[in-house]
């Protein structure tokens, strides 16, 4: 089945740029109709969605990260990227990859998030 | 944005209990409503989607309902393995949003 993992550093200085990549496994990103999506939670704290991206290029962003995020999708390698700049100590969270899929039959018009990659901690200072 | 409000914030309870968590959206959403389960330094599964679907693989024990701005999340009867945190989430209008999560702790 399809796994995803994160990788980048796990250190970032503020006011620089964080940078992650989602590598998708078990199956191919141009597959089926689904979304890719990175969401973040700080320590303690609940789940924020930063954005996605279709196989297509197509993406969307959360408005208040918009000025600063950049979602991309490499096919050849079959991962997607994150890159957030001018980051500060809230920065600091967990970062997920999750493949948010379009159902089927009856629930073709819904959108959930039914495969996440295991997240990567990401600390600003 | 949506804002998803999850009721209660935290809830103890012991194996076997029915155990239902609220969500409510601040607009109607139709059933446009998700529910994960997220444990200590995991990540989010999926347990229900379009508010009432079971995922695959999801226990049986697990059941969703609603619509328009009120959902609950019901476990039938809990098991040890339940004793985690529940996050609502809003797919109805981009961006995404999510409820603050609910405590399911042992009493």
């Known amino acids: 089945q399809v796994q995803l993992q994160e990788s980048g550093p796990g250190l970032v200085k503020p006011s620089q740029t964080l940078a992650l990549t989602c590598a998708v496994s078990g199956g191919s990103i141009t597959s089926g109709t689904s979304y890719w999506t990175w969401v973040r939670q700080p320590a303690g704290k609940g789940l924020e969605w930063i954005g996605r991206i279709y196989v297509s290029g197509t993406t969307n962003y959360n408005p208040s990260l918009k000025s600063r995020v950049t979602i991309s999708v490499d096919t050849s390698k079959n991962q997607i990227s994150l890159k957030l700049t001018s980051v500060t100590a809230a920065d600091t969270a967990v970062y997920y990859c999750a493949r948010d899929r379009r159902g089927n039959g009856h629930t073709s018009g819904y959108y959930y998030m039914d495969v996440w990659g295991k997240g990567t901690t990401v600390t600003v200072s | 944005d949506i804002q998803m409000t999850q009721s209660p914030s935290s809830l103890s309870a012991s194996v076997g209990d029915r155990v239902t968590i609220t969500c409510r959206a601040s607009?109607?959403?139709?059933?446009?409503l998700n529910w994960y389960q997220q444990k200590p330094g995991k990540a989010p599964i999926l347990l229900i989607y379009a508010a009432s679907s079971l995922q695959t693989g999801v226990p049986s024990r697990f059941s969703g309902s609603g619509s328009g701005t009120d959902f609950t999340l019901t476990i039938s009867s809990l098991r040890p393995e339940d004793f985690a945190i529940y996050f609502c989430q809003q797919s109805y209008i981009t961006p995404p949003t999510f409820g603050q999560g609910t405590k399911l702790e042992i009493k």
């Open positions: 607009q109607t959403i139709s059933n446009y």
